[in-house]
């Protein structure tokens, strides 16, 4: 099925370990985002790529690593993970959203990454 | 103060109610997205507005950019409508890439 496929569901990672959240899009969409989601907090744009080659951060970028090396691909590095990385991860993809990158008429997120830091 | 609010925070309604839920916002924007998280925490995108009134099926956005504020109704609400819904702007800030997200109205249809 068409849409974003995001890996993996759940993880535990020791403090120090790194990680990579992969995601992949077949909607040859230009716009691809990671968001972390906290308790009692709106999502928060971690990195963004307005396409291959072109990424840039968020509000939230430390502590975080992208790429964009293909149009369906956006993965997430996370270098050394620390517990205040614990968070559920969504990646999402788009056509450009007004010109200026964000989030297009037509938004696709994937499932989710819950990620526990201990 | 949040530039997004959302309300109600929890609202809990019977089938086949008329569900209204409200996102006011403080600054200018270009656009507002309705988001529908469900339980199982996937995300779908219902609406993108930056003028006026969408409908989807059971689904109504309105947005009033004079009065910085956004409503989504239900109509003949259902159980499977039992969601999170998210209301997030696109601030019209010359080369704001993001979105600012509210946290939020946590719907439950009872049967």
């Known amino acids: ?118 | 103060k949040n530039e997004v609010e959302q309300s109600p925070q929890n609202l809990t309604a019977q089938e086949g109610e008329f569900i209204t839920i409200n996102c006011s916002y403080s600054v200018g924007i270009s656009a507002l997205h309705w988001l529908q998280q469900h339980p199982g925490g996937g995300i779908v995108s219902l609406f993108m507005l930056s003028s006026g009134k969408k409908k989807h099926g059971r689904l109504i956005a309105t947005i009033n950019i004079q009065e910085k504020h956004s409503s989504l109704h239900i109509t003949a609400s259902h159980p499977r409508d039992s969601a999170v819904y998210i209301c997030a702007v696109k601030r019209s800030d010359f080369g704001n890439e993001k979105l600012t997200f509210g946290t939020g109205t946590r719907l439950t249809i009872i049967p």
């Open chain 1, 1 to 118: 099925n068409a849409g974003v496929t995001q890996t993996p569901k759940f993880q535990v990672l020791k403090t120090g370990q790194s990680m990579t959240l992969q995601c992949a899009q077949d909607m040859n969409h230009e716009y691809m985002s990671w968001y972390r989601q906290d308790p009692g907090m709106g999502l928060r744009l971690i990195h963004y790529s307005v396409g291959a080659g072109i990424t840039d951060q968020g509000e939230v970028p430390n502590g975080y690593n992208v790429s964009r090396s293909t149009t369906e691909d956006f993965p997430l590095r996370l270098l050394s993970a620390a517990p205040s990385q614990t968070s559920v991860y969504f990646c999402a993809s788009s056509y450009f959203g007004g010109g200026t990158g964000t989030l297009g008429a037509e938004a696709f997120f994937g499932q989710g990454t819950r990620l526990t830091v201990v």
